[in-house]
């Protein structure tokens, strides 16, 4: 497995836990607040399909970064898909489910990805 491989195997991770997490949260939010009890809601999400989306995302984040950890060390991978991904929910709650980004998560968005620059460069 090449190299390049790995890199687009951690970038669908990335893009899969975005995906993954947004689909969830929209299934969840989706629910009755009536749901008298956590089963019932359980439930209920099972009919959703932003729940099975969320769900087969999981799965897909969970295979891709199995197979980007063939060639790109587990330091480094975990770092750049759990900050790249919290850098893009930031920004995908701002565009998707207009939810107000503060000055701060701006810049801690900023922080993140020179991290990220400064782990993948040094490692």
């Known amino acids: 497995m090449t190299k390049f491989i790995s890199w687009a ?17 929209q299934a969840v ?11 019932s809601m359980l439930i209920e999400l099972l009919y959703l399909k ?5 769900i087969i995302m999981a799965g897909v984040l ?4 199995i197979l ?3 060639q790109i060390s587990v330091s480094s991978a975990y770092v750049i898909v759990t900050s790249l991904a919290m850098a893009l929910l930031i920004i995908s709650e701002r565009f998707i489910l207009n939810t107000p980004v503060s000055s701060m998560k701006i810049f801690g ?10 782990v993948t460069k040094y490692s």
């Open 50 to 54: 932003s729940f099975w989306v969320g």
């Open 9 to 25: 195997a951690l970038s669908v991770a990335i893009l899969a836990n975005v995906v993954a997490n947004l689909s969830l949260k």
């Open 62 to 65: 969970f295979f891709s970064y």
């Open 109 to 118: 968005v900023v922080l993140i990805i020179t991290g990220v620059i400064l």
């Open 29 to 39: 939010t989706s629910t009755s607040q009536a749901s008298d009890s956590k089963l």
């Open 68 to 70: 980007a950890l063939k």
